[in-house]
């Protein structure tokens, strides 16, 4: 694309453009650092994972900060004012994420005492796989300004959904095996929660990245396969 | 797995418009001032009441075009313009046609205002006097304070419409000259940057005036403002070096506009 005439301009929005960088990054980062704390039970790495979600919140602010004043000073039009209140939706996104991993690493904390969690624990590590290589991707295609990788992690959504499935029926089955596993497998439960939420907010960013590089707006019909919800404990196989 | 697109531009494009006759139909027109080419091939249809905004850089042909509207470029000796411009289907550069009748339907504010150095109630009268529009002085009286009123001047100048028009402040002077263009009744209002020699509240008193107008009145605005032009229109043409390049809702114009010149111009990447 053309540079504005302002090149001051052109600045703002190159300085907006390294802030969600570095978000994403932060972001990708903590829920990586939340997934090994998972798999390791390990309570300090859960801790610094806490701790660093404040960086995160702080980048949203000046984000949004910062995208104000350039609409207040430069008055955007068509394809800038979409960046820029795409840039203002995405952090707003990886916020959440940010906040989810953490709640992962508090979960982490609480059943750090029962061995036997991490044995458990390992199920999740192919969905939190999943999760982040999303975040890579949506990172990648919103600094690449590449519409098709966005609208291939939009689709890729429903990998992450069937995953969820298989592991709340995998923990309801332990949960019915060994009910001394239910606190610990509930904490569980919640965390692959979270990471399914969290696949939902990275296609929330490839939504934006689409309206962003098109004007268009994606219909709120998203592949959808999460149907745990739907899943009845009556009727699962492990029953005794 | 298909992606739906919402409808966004094409729901915008087609948008179930209330059914509005176009007012002014422009086809092929051109213009050329001496050797200069200066409007290539218009074509394009202005509604019914409602405001058009026309858009482009300094030289870009929009006020060229605008004038061709009312025929104020036959004052100009060398122009020549060709094409066909209509108002309600009649043809006005048909040669039978009466100028002085149509600069009446079609009446004009320019961007510095002009009242004439006479009073207030003189500036407004004017025009109806001379096209016979007042049978009495009480008829005149009656036009000249509704013209007043309608334009949003009346109650700062009511007891003072003996006093010069150029008296009034610049953003007054502006209301006063738009009093003078309603009161001979026209269909269309024409405005070539009519706030573009104003500070911001008279601009906003002008902006707001226009939202009103146009349930009565086809208004066609020439503005540098692009701000202005999204706030106060409901269509926006983009011209460019004689070219009108992109027409349609403002909305999709300034969202998302489909020609490169038209995005790179709108948001401030022209050369």
């Given at each position: 694309?053309?540079?504005?005439?302002?090149?001051?301009?052109?600045?703002?929005?190159?300085?907006?453009?390294g802030?969600?960088?570095?978000?994403?990054?932060?972001?990708?980062?903590?829920?990586?650092?939340?997934?090994?704390?998972?798999?390791?039970g390990?309570?300090?790495?859960?801790?610094?994972?806490?701790?660093?979600?404040?960086?995160?919140?702080?980048?949203?602010?000046?984000?949004?900060?910062?995208?104000?004043?350039?609409?207040?000073?430069?008055?955007?039009?068509?394809?800038?004012?979409?960046?820029?209140?795409?840039?203002?939706?995405?952090?707003?996104?990886?916020?959440?994420?940010?906040?989810?991993?953490?709640?992962?690493?508090?979960?982490?904390?609480?059943?750090?005492?029962?061995?036997?969690?991490?044995k458990v624990?390992?199920?999740?590590?192919?969905?939190?796989?999943?999760?982040?290589?999303?975040?890579?991707?949506?990172?990648?295609?919103?600094?690449?300004?590449?519409?098709?990788?966005?609208?291939?992690?939009?689709?890729?959504?429903?990998?992450?959904?069937?995953?969820?499935?298989?592991?709340f029926?995998?923990?309801?089955?332990?949960?019915?095996?060994?009910?001394?596993?239910?606190?610990?497998?509930?904490?569980?439960?919640?965390?692959?929660?979270?990471?399914?939420?969290?696949?939902?907010?990275?296609?929330?960013?490839?939504?934006?990245?689409?309206?962003?590089?098109?004007?268009?707006?994606?219909?709120?019909?998203?592949?959808?396969?999460?149907?745990?919800?739907?899943v009845?404990?009556?009727?699962?196989?492990?029953?005794? | 797995?298909?992606?739906?697109?919402s409808?966004?531009?094409?729901?915008?494009?087609?948008?179930?418009?209330?059914?509005?006759?176009?007012?002014?139909?422009?086809?092929?027109?051109?213009?050329?001032?001496?050797?200069?080419?200066?409007?290539?091939?218009?074509?394009?249809?202005?509604?019914?009441?409602?405001?058009?905004?026309f858009?482009?850089?300094?030289?870009?042909?929009?006020?060229?075009?605008?004038?061709?509207?009312?025929?104020?470029?036959?004052?100009?000796?060398?122009?020549?313009?060709?094409?066909?411009?209509?108002?309600?289907?009649n043809?006005?550069?048909?040669?039978?046609?009466?100028?002085?009748?149509?600069?009446?339907?079609?009446?004009?504010?320019?961007?510095?205002?002009?009242?004439?150095?006479?009073?207030?109630?003189?500036?407004?009268?004017?025009?109806?006097?001379?096209?016979?529009?007042?049978?009495?002085?009480?008829?005149?009286e009656?036009?000249?304070?509704?013209?007043?009123?309608?334009?949003?001047?009346?109650?700062?100048?009511?007891?003072?419409?003996?006093?010069?028009?150029?008296?009034?402040?610049?953003?007054?002077?502006?209301?006063?000259?738009?009093?003078?263009?309603?009161?001979?009744?026209?269909?269309?209002?024409?405005?070539?940057?009519?706030?573009?020699?104003?500070?911001?509240?008279?601009?906003?008193?002008i902006?707001?005036?226009?939202?009103?107008?146009?349930?009565?009145?086809?208004?066609?605005?020439?503005?540098?403002?692009?701000?202005q032009?999204?706030?106060v229109s409901?269509?926006?043409?983009?011209?460019?070096?004689?070219?009108?390049?992109?027409?349609g809702?403002?909305?999709?114009?300034?969202?998302?506009?489909?020609?490169?010149?038209?995005?790179?111009?709108?948001?401030g990447?022209?050369?």
């Open positions: 694309m053309q540079p504005h005439t302002v090149a001051a301009y052109d600045a703002e929005l190159k300085d907006l453009d802030l969600v960088g570095e978000m994403a990054s932060r972001t990708r980062a903590l829920l990586q650092e939340a997934t090994r704390a998972l798999a390791e390990n309570v300090e790495r859960a801790q610094r994972v806490i701790a660093a979600d404040a960086a995160i919140d702080a980048l949203q602010h000046r984000i949004e900060e910062r995208a104000i004043t350039t609409i207040a000073r430069r008055q955007p039009m068509a394809v800038d004012l979409r960046h820029i209140v795409s840039t203002i939706r995405i952090a707003n996104d990886l916020e959440r994420i940010g906040d989810l991993a953490k709640n992962v690493t508090k979960r982490v904390i609480a059943i750090a005492e029962q061995p036997a969690s991490i624990a390992a199920s999740l590590a192919p969905l939190a796989e999943r999760v982040i290589d999303q975040l890579e991707a949506i990172a990648a295609a919103y600094q690449g300004r590449d519409d098709a990788a966005a609208l291939e992690v939009w689709r890729s959504d429903g990998a992450i959904d069937v995953l969820h499935t298989s592991l029926r995998e923990l309801l089955t332990y949960m019915m095996e060994d009910p001394r596993s239910i606190g610990f497998c509930t904490h569980l439960l919640f965390c692959a929660k979270n990471l399914e939420r969290i696949g939902d907010h990275a296609t929330n960013v490839a939504e934006t990245v689409h309206y962003m590089l098109t004007g268009d707006i994606l219909s709120m019909e998203r592949p959808k396969a999460d149907a745990s919800s739907g009845d404990p009556s009727r699962e196989p492990g029953r005794a | 797995m298909a992606v739906e697109k409808l966004t531009n094409e729901a915008l494009a087609v948008r179930p418009q209330p059914a509005k006759a176009a007012k002014v139909m422009a086809r092929g027109v051109d213009v050329h001032y001496g050797a200069k080419h200066a409007l290539k091939e218009v074509t394009v249809d202005i509604p019914e009441k409602g405001v058009m905004a858009i482009g850089p300094s030289g870009c042909g929009k006020s060229t075009f605008l004038r061709c509207i009312n025929r104020m470029n036959d004052t100009i000796p060398t122009c020549r313009v060709t094409g066909k411009i209509t108002i309600d289907d043809d006005i550069y048909d040669p039978d046609l009466d100028v002085v009748q149509l600069r009446a339907r079609v009446g004009m504010v320019f961007q510095k205002p002009n009242p004439f150095p006479k009073s207030i109630f003189e500036n407004v009268a004017y025009g109806p006097r001379i096209h016979g529009l007042a049978r009495s002085k009480t008829d005149l009656e036009i000249v304070t509704s013209s007043l009123r309608r334009a949003g001047l009346f109650e700062e100048v009511k007891d003072r419409l003996g006093d010069s028009g150029t008296s009034l402040s610049g953003g007054q002077q502006q209301r006063l000259c738009i009093a003078r263009a309603i009161a001979v009744e026209p269909d269309i209002i024409l405005m070539d940057e009519p706030c573009s020699a104003l500070d911001p509240i008279a601009t906003a008193r902006e707001e005036l226009m939202g009103e107008l146009m349930e009565s009145y086809t208004i066609v605005i020439v503005t540098h403002s692009m701000q032009a999204a706030r409901q269509r926006t043409a983009f011209f460019h070096l004689g070219n009108l390049v992109e027409e809702p403002t909305e999709l114009i300034f969202n998302n506009p489909r020609d490169q010149r038209t995005q790179d111009y709108i948001t990447r022209f050369g």
